[in-house]
Nanobody, 114 residues
């Protein structure tokens, strides 16, 4: 059984917006933190943002542009990405921890054209 199901992504022009979703098995409260990483071919996966105990943190390169929100009824965490830049192009992966184990969702392709 998949613990995380990620969705969203797509192709947008610079300045546009996309929203990623990460739905967990069970309830959001059983996972902490929950967040996103991104990766481009030939590069290491880098942390983007996460939420833990209601506290949200963002990487400097997305602060003011990306926002995490949650829907407990849907057991889903969202990453709203605004003012997208070409350098935001990557595969985005949601990640969550539960009981000392880390889980990853499938990647979502985000492509931002200049």
């Amino acid at each position: 059984q998949e613990q995380l199901v990620g969705s969203g992504g797509g192709l947008v022009q610079a300045g546009g917006s996309l929203r990623l979703s990460c739905t967990v098995s069970g309830s959001l409260s059983s996972f902490s933190p929950i967040g996103w990483f991104r990766q481009n071919p030939g590069h290491e996966r880098e942390w983007v943002a996460h939420i833990s105990g209601g506290h949200v943190e963002y990487a400097d390169f997305v602060k003011g542009r990306f926002t995490i929100s949650t829907d407990n009824a849907k057991a889903t965490v969202y990453l709203q990405m605004n003012s997208l830049k070409p350098e935001d192009t990557a595969t985005y992966y949601c990640q969550a921890w539960r009981g000392g184990a880390v889980f990853w969702g499938q990647g979502a392709q985000v492509a931002v054209s200049a």
